[in-house]
């Protein structure tokens, strides 16, 4: 079966500052795609950042960047300078390429951006 | 070019009852998929289909749940005989043909049942 885990319910930081938040998933398949998306109070899904992952290079998308580690099958989101607007909750899911286009969604970190 | 677009936003239902939840995708996208959204969870896989066609539906549950993607229309998602614990956010996302490409959701179908 296929698995995302995001052990961080919950974080919090400045406006400004600099959070990671870690994601590790479980497959036995080889290729894949993985994905941040966030969720606003809004409640609209919107994808941040994607990462194939025959691709050793880490994805940035502006103020936003990945640590892909595929031995370690970990994909955590950096999100640099934070913003007020960047609170959220945020999920990982990834997609298997023989696996239809079916998103596996982690259960989601709620990040709070403070003054 | 209007995003992905879902109605109604909120239904109430009492149990027994039919929901019908619907789904027009992007313009152009052909693909659309349905996911559900229990309380304090993440998004789980229901169904994917094209125009006409079911390509997977893996997630649905066996029963009371069907859906459809006509020639003409939104997606369906119908839901027969609601029960309490069908009462969750529903999302649909659409997508241009091909493998991973990005998946564009819409604003979802919260469903409380009474």
């Known amino acids: 079966a296929q698995t995302v885990t995001q052990s961080q319910p919950e974080m919090s930081v400045q406006e400004a500052e600099t959070v990671t938040l870690s994601c590790t998933y479980d497959t036995s398949e080889n290729n894949y795609y993985l994905f941040w998306y966030k969720q606003p109070p809004s409640r609209q899904m919107i994808l941040v950042i994607r990462q194939e992952a025959y691709k050793q290079q880490n994805a940035t998308e502006n103020r936003f960047s990945v640590n892909f580690q595929k031995a370690a099958k970990s994909f955590s989101l950096k999100i640099s300078d934070s913003q007020l607007g960047d609170t959220a909750m945020y999920f990982c899911?990834?997609?298997?390429?023989?696996?239809?286009?079916?998103?596996?969604f982690g259960t989601g970190t709620q990040l709070k951006v403070e003054l | 070019n209007a995003g992905v677009m879902q109605n109604p936003r909120h239904l109430v239902r009492r149990r027994g009852q039919e929901a019908r939840l619907r789904c027009s995708p992007m313009k152009g996208h052909s693909h659309v998929y349905w996911y559900r959204q229990l309380p304090e969870e993440g998004l789980k896989f229901m169904v994917y289909l094209q125009k006409e066609n079911i390509i997977d539906e893996s997630g649905m549950p066996k029963e009371r749940f069907s859906a459809e993607f006509p020639k003409e229309g939104p997606s369906i998602l119908r839901i027969q005989q609601v029960v309490r614990g069908d009462s969750a956010a529903y999302f649909c996302?659409?997508?241009?043909?091909?493998?991973?490409?990005?998946?564009?959701f819409g604003p979802g179908t919260r469903l409380t049942v009474l």
């Open positions: 899911a990834f997609i298997l390429t023989g696996g239809g286009n079916k998103l596996t």
């Open positions: 996302a659409s997508s241009l043909p091909g493998l991973a490409n990005e998946q564009f």
